[in-house]
Each structure stands twice: as structure tokens, then as C-alpha cells.
């Protein structure tokens, strides 16, 4: 999709330097808990919709494109994680890395509760995102009408309340599913629900007085219908505001659409930024804002540099 959706993009970006700010120890994580990874896999629906009005509904119900994409970052980066833990044990004399434990719940399982105890956790959410996508085009392939999908979804979505394996992180993609199936049916009624002006004030005003429920999908805490519907309104809310920025023509833009095109960087990447700038602040007595700051700032310079590299990259094999 060449042409950019930019208020799809202030979603994203709101919703991964919300990620990055929840895993910081702040007033506003059970905030930030209620939402943000639900509203990211509402998007990831949203864009599935995108995907079928420009280029047509893909029939297959799995993508090869994605599985490759996303497994490649699963791949590396978990790879990167495991060799970083054991370089720790053998430098920093931290305790003793749990090899088996870290290569076993990355083949086996590549959910939260088997990655938890080393920086790879975040990456539960790449598999559960696949398997969500999976089964939500099974169903809007194979039960095109509105109620029967809808059931079927919601039946699935329910059977993750009883006790049953998490191998390759099917479980996590039952989960996700009610969300990115949501997030596509949504796209297709976007008429009926996006607000402007008015409208647009007074949800504002509704999210910031609403109770908030913190979630961990990551730990298989099944959301009841408020924090689906929380989250739901979260989404319209973002997506409205990102509508109405969309009208200014600022610099800010630019930096929107950075961060999201960058956010599979950032969320694997953040734990590490996190805990340097954790350390240092709480040495230097800083308040958590610094340590912020300081985190999404070196995000920024290490997409930079890694951006700049492959540019420079391109350049020397058109050369040869």
C-alpha cells in the first residue's frame, strides 16, 4: 500500500510509544494496560481490510508473505535475545541463563509464559498475530455472513477459557482473534462510526472518565466485553483525533509515520533501551519521565543508524 492511511499511522505510533511508556514503571501503565495491545491488533484487522479494497480479497487463508515476514523477526531477534542472555551470565556473572528453557519455549511454544523470564517476552505478540490473522480469514472466507462469523469468532474466542495446550502459540492467536476481526468489520462500517468535531470531544471526554481495566493478553488473561468494548472505543478515539491532525500540515507528521513504520523495531528493542536508561536513572535519582525520554530517544538514533546503513548498502550494489 503505497498510499499511507496517515490517521491509521497516528494510531500506530500512539499505540507502540504506549507500549514502550508501559513497560516503565508509571501512573499510567493500568492505563496503558487496557488498551494498547488490543487497539494493535484491532489495527492489524483495519489493515487487513485496507489490504482486500486495494489489492483484492487474498483467498489464501495463509499468507506466505506474512509467515515469512513475521517469522523473520521472530526468528532473529529471538536469536539475538537468547545469545545477549547467555553473553550476560558469562560477563556480567548475573544468574545462570536458562538455555534449555529459552531455546525450548522459542521452538516449542513462542508465547509469554515460556519467554517471560528474558527479554524476548515482547515477542510473544509476532506469532499471535500471525495465528489471529489465520484464523480470522478462515472464517470471513468460509462464513462470509455477518452473525455466522461473528459467532464463530466469539466461540473461539471463548474456548481459550478452557484448559488447552499453547504450542506454537495458538492460544495467542485465539485471542487476538476477536480483536483483529473487529478491526475488519470495522474498516468495512467506517462510515457509520468514524467522528469528527463534537463527537469526537466528547468520546475524548468519555475515555478519559471511563474505568480502566489493565489487561495482559500476553498472560492469557481472557478480556471480558467491557475491555473489549474499551478498547474498541480507544481505537475510534485515536483514529478520530489522527483524522483531524491529518488536516495540519506540521513536521510532526514525519515523525508519526517514523514511528509507524518502525514499530516492529521498536517493540522488540525497547526492553533493552528500557532497562539501560531504568538503571541509570534510578542510580541518578531521575523521575521515570527521563528514562522515557532517554529510551524512545535512543530508539530513534538506532532506526536512524540501522536506516542509514541499509541505504548506504543499496547504494555500493547499484554501484557494483
Known sequence: MKDRIW?????????????????????????????HMPVFFILSGVLMAVHDENKGIDCSIISKKEFCY???FFLWFRMIEIVIGGLKTVFIKQNDFDWYGAVHGFLLYGDYAHMSTHYGFVLWFLPALFW?????????????????SLLAVIVAFLAVRFTMPSYLSIRGGLISLL???IGYRLWKLRDQWTVKGAKLGVLIVMMLF???????????????????IYAIMM?????GIGM?????????????????????YIMVFHVYTNNIFYVLTQKLSLPWPIEFILSMSSLV????????????????????
Open 244 to 264: 483531524h491532525v491529518d488536516r495540519v500540515e506540521t513536521k510532526f507528521k514525519n515523525c508519526i509515520v517514523f514511528l509507524a513504520k518502525n514499530s516492529i
Open 235 to 239: 481505537f475510534i478515539t485515536l483514529y
Open 7 to 35: 490517521a491509521l499511522d497516528f494510531v500506530k505510533a500512539v499505540a507502540i510509544t504506549a507500549v514502550v511508556l508501559g513497560h516503565i514503571a508509571t501512573p499510567l501503565s493500568g492505563f496503558i494496560y487496557a488498551w
Open 132 to 148: 489471529g490473522k489465520v484464523f480470522a480469514r478462515f472464517f470471513l472466507k468460509y462464513l462470509s455472513v455477518l452473525p455466522a
Open 179 to 181: 480483536f483483529i476481526y
Open 210 to 228: 471511563l474505568p480502566v481495566v489493565p489487561l495482559s493478553m500476553g498472560g492469557y488473561r481472557i478480556p471480558n466485553i467491557y475491555c473489549a
Open 70 to 72: 513475521l517469522g523473520k
Open 301 to 320: 538514533v538506532c532506526i536512524n543508524l540501522k536506516d542509514r546503513i541499509n541505504i548506504s548498502n543499496g547504494a555500493s550494489h547499484n554501484n557494483e
